[in-house]
């Protein structure tokens, strides 16, 4: 029996060996499992941070388009609108007709005087050239009165005409030379109309070019009572302007938003600018279009924060101050190919900005 329990016992030590020897395997692999995983958590984390940093993604852009209130600097009727809610248009397509009889009255009235001023400035030269003639008749007048009064002058002291005669000639001599002083006078007036050249092309005085100045100006308001299209587009909100009604000047038409000039406007954390720069190219996911990316670049950064032209600008220097991280628009050119979805101003979308930077372990510090 003894032989029997020392065998059992031998036994068992043999089986327990591979549990022992697997416990203590255990043991040691413990420690080490648990600092690899740590290991490699920093690992990962520090692979992240190092290629981490370069693709600034904003969910705070949108679509931009240049668009226009379409308006008229002149008042009328409106007579036409050739066009209808969301039609497209082309640069220099006509929008909108105001009736132009008013102004094509106007103008011609215009005209008529511009050119019966023309015949009434020619007729003043003519007018000062008789004047001057005038003046040497009645100066040879003068010139007679004077003669006759130096000889009665002579003769009344020697008693050879009466004191009567003698008054007579002098008082005629200081009547024509007035006379003569008058006439001048009225020629001096008459040349400073014609601007101090008696020859002057009369398509050059004053009067005439504000004449025409006045004719340009009435042709230009019958040129504007028809608004054409400024750049290709899309209008909208038409019907606000119908046939008949009276549109005042400068008051809003209706709109019109292009289809070519179209751009993203991204809003940034002044955080995130730190290595964006005009050029870096830019992954663009319109959230109307999910799957679609598009291609753009960097156009620009604006020189302020949006809140900078906003109505109530912060006030930094108050004593409530309160530091708020500022969004800094950036401009994103939008590169479109053919078959490529309608971009709408307005939409949502994100951009990614590839702005190449690499990290380093020496950023740690």
């Keep these: 029996m003894s032989q029997a329990i020392a065998g059992s016992r031998v036994s068992d030590t043999i089986t327990d060996r591979p549990v022992r020897r697997r416990m203590r395997l255990s043991a040691l692999l413990r420690p080490l499992l648990m600092l690899g995983g ?6 990962v984390a520090g692979y992240w941070w190092l290629t981490g940093g370069r693709i600034v993604s904003i969910d705070d852009a949108y679509v931009r388009a240049a668009k226009e209130v379409l308006s008229t600097d002149v008042s009328g009727i409106v007579a036409q609108v050739p066009v209808h809610e969301g039609q497209h248009v082309k640069k220099g397509d006509v929008l909108l007709r105001l009736d132009p009889l008013p102004f094509k009255l106007a103008l011609d009235g215009a005209i008529a005087y511009r050119d019966g001023l023309l015949s009434d400035l020619d007729a003043e030269k003519l007018d000062y050239q008789r ?3 005038d003046v040497q008749v009645k100066q040879a007048i003068v010139d007679a009165d004077q003669a006759k009064f130096d000889r009665y002058a002579a003769l009344v002291k020697s008693g050879g005409i009466t004191k009567l005669d003698y008054d007579d000639a002098r008082f005629k001599l200081l009547e024509d030379q007035r006379q003569v002083e008058a006439m001048k006078t009225q020629a001096a ?3 400073t109309k014609l601007g101090g050249d008696p ?12 004449a025409v100045a006045k004719v340009r100006e009435l042709q230009r308001q019958l ?3 028809v608004i054409y299209a400024p750049f290709s587009g899309i209008v909208t909100q038409v019907d606000t302007v119908q046939p008949g009604m009276y549109l005042a000047a ?6 019109l938003v292009s289809d070519d000039n179209v751009w993203v406007e991204a809003n940034p954390k002044e955080t995130e600018l ?10 663009i996911s319109v959230d109307t279009y999910p799957g679609l990316t598009l291609k753009g670049e960097v156009q620009s950064i604006a020189p302020n924060s949006g809140s900078e032209f906003s109505v109530l600008p912060a006030q930094n220097t108050s004593g409530n101050w309160v530091k708020v991280v500022q969004r800094i628009p950036v401009r994103i050119k939008v590169f479109r190919k053919d078959g490529d979805p309608p971009l709408r101003a307005g939409m949502s979308v994100i951009a990614d900005i590839d702005t190449g930077h690499k990290r380093s372990w020496r950023d740690l510090f």
Aim: charged content about 15%; overall charge negative; glycine content about 4%.
């Design 131 to 133: 004047m001057l003639r």
């Design 189 to 191: 007036v008459a040349l």
């Design 38 to 43: 740590i290991v490699a958590v920093i690992a």
């Design 223 to 225: 040129d504007h009572t």
């Design 250 to 255: 400068a008051t809003a038409a209706f709109g």
């Design 274 to 283: 730190t290595y964006v720069r005009p050029g870096n190219p830019v992954e």
């Design 199 to 210: 020859n002057i092309d009369s398509h050059k005085q004053n009067d005439y070019l504000q």
